[in-house]
């Protein structure tokens, strides 16, 4: 089955880290870029991070810029966002999207997973 | 920052009815538009691409429309799954992608 798994969501303090990971399966995990996209209790959709097929770029919104870090393991099919310095502000549900096929330039997300819950509060 | 705006936020419909969602932006994406749909609960679920495109698996009721700076998705007949809220995306703009605050489809 194609899908996407999240894990590593948990409650944290101000100021603290998480690692964020997302297991693919039944695709060949390689071939696509990836991306981060988080939503805050109750609101919309917000981008937070892109990577792209070989992990040769990374892309950050400005609101993580500094503090998060996008990475993949193409050994064991994951993609994880390391994040850092979290803020009440960085509360939300953050899933895992697949992003364009190899070098397509299209940063639309075709699958996506249901997510992981980060609760930053003291 | 391409500003996404939705309307309406909220739509009540009946099943079987036609509805027409609108998606404008505050600056031309050409047809770098995506449709996703969301239930409660669940991961969204990509609808359209390219403004028009339908993605793999999405039932001919659900059309895209637009270029530039206004954007329409028609569902032609409503059925009861399609109670959700949905959300436009523009990537023209990479990496400065940006979503719309989405509207949501209740039973009316």
């Known amino acids: 089955e194609v899908q996407l798994v999240e894990s590593g969501g948990g409650v944290v303090r101000p100021g603290g880290s998480l690692r964020l990971s997302c297991a693919a399966s039944?695709?060949?995990?390689?071939?696509?870029?990836m991306t981060w996209v988080r939503q805050a209790p109750g609101k919309g959709l917000e981008w937070v991070s892109g990577i792209n097929w070989n992990g040769g770029a990374t892309y950050y919104a400005d609101s993580v810029k500094g503090r998060f870090t996008i990475s993949r393991d193409s050994a064991k099919n994951s993609l994880y966002l390391q994040m850092s310095s979290l803020r009440a502000e960085d509360t939300a549900l953050y899933h895992c999207?697949?992003?364009?096929?190899?070098?397509?330039?299209?940063?639309?997300?075709?699958?996506w997973g249901r997510g992981t819950l980060v609760t930053v509060s003291s | 920052e391409i500003v996404m705006t939705q309307s309406p936020a909220t739509l009540s419909v009946s099943p079987g009815e036609r509805v027409t969602l609108s998606c404008r932006a505050s600056?031309?994406?050409?047809?770098?538009l995506a449709w996703y749909q969301q239930t409660p609960g669940q991961a969204p679920r990509l609808l359209i691409h390219g403004a028009s495109t339908r993605a793999t698996g999405i039932p001919a009721r659900f059309s895209g429309s637009g270029s530039g700076t206004e954007f329409t998705l028609t569902i032609s007949s409503l059925q009861s799954e399609d109670f959700a809220v949905y959300y436009c995306q523009q990537y023209s703009d990479w990496p400065r992608t940006t979503f719309g605050q989405g509207t949501k489809l209740e039973i009316k």
């Open positions: 600056q031309s994406v050409s047809s770098g």
């Open positions: 999207a697949r992003g364009p096929y190899a070098r397509s330039p299209y940063w639309y997300f075709d699958l």
């Open positions: 039944g695709f060949t995990f390689d071939d696509y870029a």
